[in-house]
């Protein structure tokens, strides 16, 4: 928790810009946690330095932004783009082998299920666009889906635990659970409605013949 204060006190002093140059930089390979600097611009936010709606905004441009960086990266420079010491360190080569198999069996599933994994984002995002499999406008959607339901829940996570440091960090390291599992209980409601769908429309083409 030493490291939230830390970003904490840095974002009180400069707000929204800083919040927004973090998340960025992120994107770019920056050693720091998305989700913590997520949840420390949340906490300023509770904290009555900045309005939480606003941040939430300024988090979704500062992820996106980042992102499609590191995807554009990829798409232009692609595999000379890994020379650059900032991705060597990130995405060696027996790393980047495995990503670009994921990504060929499961496409844009690994950029939607990356944006909620820390420590692979960066090497998928690249190798989304290294592969052109995906375009750029596909991606930037996966990847806004995915942001609109992580990016939320950090930001509001640190909003209403800004005076309980204690119990926000019970949160924050429950965070990842959370929000697999949402996303696990969004996949499920959406297979159940398409199985529905599916033999209701069975059961209407039955009757008719």
Same mark, same amino acid.
């Given at each position: 928790m030493d490291f939230l204060q830390t970003l904490v006190s840095f974002f009180m002093q400069f707000g929204y810009f800083a919040v927004f140059g973090i998340l960025i930089l992120c994107g770019f390979g920056l050693p720091v946690p998305e989700d913590i600097s997520l949840t420390a611009g949340g906490v300023i936010s509770g904290l009555g330095y900045t309005n939480v709606h606003i941040m939430f905004f300024v988090g979704m441009a500062g992820v996106l932004i980042g992102d499609s960086f590191v995807f554009w990266l990829g798409s232009h420079y692609g595999e000379r783009a890994l020379r650059l010491p900032i991705l060597n360190r990130v995405l060696h080569p027996?790393? $980047?082998?495995? *990503?670009?198999?994921? $990504?060929?069996?499961?496409?844009? #599933? *690994?950029?939607? =299920?990356g944006r909620f994994t820390p420590g692979l984002r960066m090497?998928? =995002? $690249?190798?989304?666009?290294?592969?052109?499999q995906i375009s750029f406008l596909r991606f930037f959607l996966t990847d806004g889906f995915a942001a609109a339901i992580s990016v939320p829940i #950090?930001?509001?996570?640190?909003?209403?635990?800004?005076?309980n440091f204690d119990?926000?960090?019970v949160w924050i390291k429950n965070g990842q659970t959370?929000?697999?599992?949402? *996303?696990? *209980?969004?996949?499920?409601?959406?297979?159940?409605? #398409? #199985?529905?769908?599916?033999?209701?429309?069975?059961?209407?083409?039955?009757e008719q013949n």
């Open positions: 027996e790393r $980047f082998g495995k *990503v670009q198999e994921q $990504f060929k069996k499961y496409g844009p #599933w *690994v950029v939607f =299920f090497p998928i =995002f $690249f190798t989304a666009g290294s592969s052109k #950090w930001v509001y996570l640190g909003y209403y635990g800004a005076h119990e926000l960090s959370i929000i697999f599992g949402l *996303v696990g *209980v969004g996949i499920l409601v959406g297979l159940t409605l #398409w #199985w529905r769908k599916r033999n209701s429309e069975k059961g209407k083409s039955s």
